[in-house]
């Protein structure tokens, strides 16, 4: 299956990039799209614990189960105001 | 009105958030400060949000507020994009039948969107360095 992955703030320096289509195997959680996109950009590994991820526009836990045309998003420790 | 936008926040364009009969009405605008908290000149902030979260955000803060306070009325404008010193980056607004609860729910509003909100940003330095700035937790 084929997600949509959109990274914000330092998060998508460290991706060089805003958005990522990446190719996850039938069944993937929010973990493995994590760990998919750690392996290929170790620098993001440190931000795991501090990260929190909405899917579809809904904050959810790493074993939440994605689906096909599924967007995550990763969403680091805020700065509004 | 809750909002993410990328033009300048004009101070005097919320007399809509001022409701009609009510008897009291907070204003809290937030601007960009010329020194970071390590005494570093600011020339500037770079904001960015995860606008449809963002915006979902600020009616669930709205809505807390009204469970918490009673019958407020909130507006909440977050401005993103590039912001200079001394412009506006975030407005609320609070109206209420009485001050007390419009001064509670304007504090409670901007609180919780600088602990929740998914918006960043980024302070330049006027020695051409920058680093993304996040919150403290609300004590």
């Given at each position: 299956m084929k997600i949509r992955v959109l990274?914000?703030?330092r998060l998508r320096e460290i991706l060089d990039a805003a958005e990522t289509a990446l190719e996850l195997r039938a069944g993937s959680r929010v973990g493995d799209a994590w760990a998919a996109l750690a392996e290929g950009c170790p620098a993001l590994e440190e931000h795991r614990a501090s990260t929190r991820v909405a899917c579809n526009g809904t904050l959810v836990?790493?074993?939440?189960a994605l689906h096909d045309g599924d967007e995550i998003a990763l969403l680091p420790p805020v700065g509004g105001g | 009105m809750f909002a993410v936008?990328?033009?300048p926040i004009d101070p005097r364009t919320f007399e809509d958030a001022i409701r009609p009969g009510d008897g009291g009405a907070v204003k809290f605008f937030g601007v960009v400060r010329?020194?970071?908290d390590d005494g570093r000149t600011v020339r500037g902030l770079s904001y960015e949000a995860f606008e449809p979260l963002a915006t979902v955000e600020f009616e669930r803060i709205a809505r807390e507020a009204r469970e918490r306070f009673g019958d407020v009325a909130?507006?909440?404008v977050h401005r993103i994009g590039e912001v200079c010193v001394g412009e506006i980056s975030v407005a609320v607004v609070a109206s209420a039948a009485h001050r007390a609860a419009a001064f509670d729910a304007c504090r409670y509003a901007i609180d919780q969107l600088k602990h929740r909100a998914p918006i960043w940003k980024k302070e330049r330095y006027a020695d051409g360095s920058a680093r993304w700035r996040e919150n403290e937790p609300i004590s």
């Open positions: 990274a914000f703030a836990a790493l074993d939440h | 936008v990328r033009e010329d020194r970071a909130l507006a909440i």
